[in-house]
Each structure stands twice: as structure tokens, then as C-alpha cells.
């Protein structure tokens, strides 16, 4: 598995994705965005990411698609702290990321990020790192989930994560947690 930038925003890269297999495949199209990838058998995950119109220190996380074969795999989370470690390498404070489902926000836990306690008028919870981790915050996001109109498979996974303590991040590229950070 191999994580690789490709670029930032400045760099005017696109990147062509089939529609049929990724999600926002034609927001990769764009150069107005820097990309990052993971691939092994071709690109199997991808993430676009500019910096905040408002705050120069912060990056924003436009966009992460990991191809339908490849969905449960942590693919998303582990380039979404790959982006945030290349941001934090090139000077941004902080990284923020909006989810508009359950499992998008599970996966930006995992890569170190926590509600902001905000949503955006596009029906996103907006996540941020760094931030509180704390259980009461994760809840909270959690719990706008809940108020939505939801697939079995999201109500099934919120039921599971009744009470629950926030994910521990991903360690170095694989499955095992690192240090928690909260």
C-alpha cells in the first residue's frame, strides 16, 4: 500500500477516477485542489484538499473517495491522517474535514480528528484536528446522525456506538491504534 502527494493545490494536478467506482470522481478533475492517493492495485483511495478561505493556517479536506471494492478497508482514514501529517509538515496549524455520514465521521476519528461542535449548510458535520476528543463531544456528532433520515446500515451502526468512547487513531499505516490522544 503506498501513499503518495501528489501535489498541492499551486501545483494545478488532476486526477481522472472512474465514476462508476469512486464517489465525487469529478471533483478530482479539478486543479485547484492538491490530491493525494493510496494505490497497490491501481488508485485505490484519493483526497483533495485546499487551504481555508478564511484562515491561511488551516487546510481543508474537500473530498476523500476510496473505490466501492476497497470501502471498510480504513482506506479513508489512513490517507486522511496522511494528508494531515503532510499538512502539519508544510506549516498548517490545523485541518478540518466536513462528513455528511456516519461512517465518514467514524473514519476521520480514526485519523485523529474530533467534531467541531459545528455543521455546514451542506447537512456536514465539521471535524477538525486537533480538538477535544473527548466522549462528550464524539456523542454529540453522533447523536446529529441520529436526528437524520438514515439506511439500516447507518442506524445499525449508531446503535452500536450508544455510549461508546471515540475510535483510538490509527497507528503508523495499519490496524493497530496509536497513543490516544485526549
Known sequence: ???TLLGWPEDGHRLRLDHEQFAYAGKFVMTSTGKAVVGDDGVVAAAAFDADRTDPDT??????????????DRLGARLLRFVRERATDRGFERVSIGVNNPFSYQAAYRAGFCFSGAESG???????WPGDRSTERYQAGLDLFRERDLSPEEESFLTAK????????????????????D
Open 1 to 3: 500500500m503506498e501513499f
Open 59 to 72: 487546510l481543508c479536506v474537500r473530498y476523500i473517495t476510496v473505490r466501492q471494492d476497497r470501502q471498510g
Open 122 to 128: 451542506m447537512a456536514e458535520l465539521d471535524l477538525i
Open 162 to 181: 450508544a455510549d461508546a468512547d471515540p475510535p483510538s487513531i490509527l497507528g503508523d499505516w495499519d490496524d493497530r491504534p496509536a497513543a490516544r490522544t
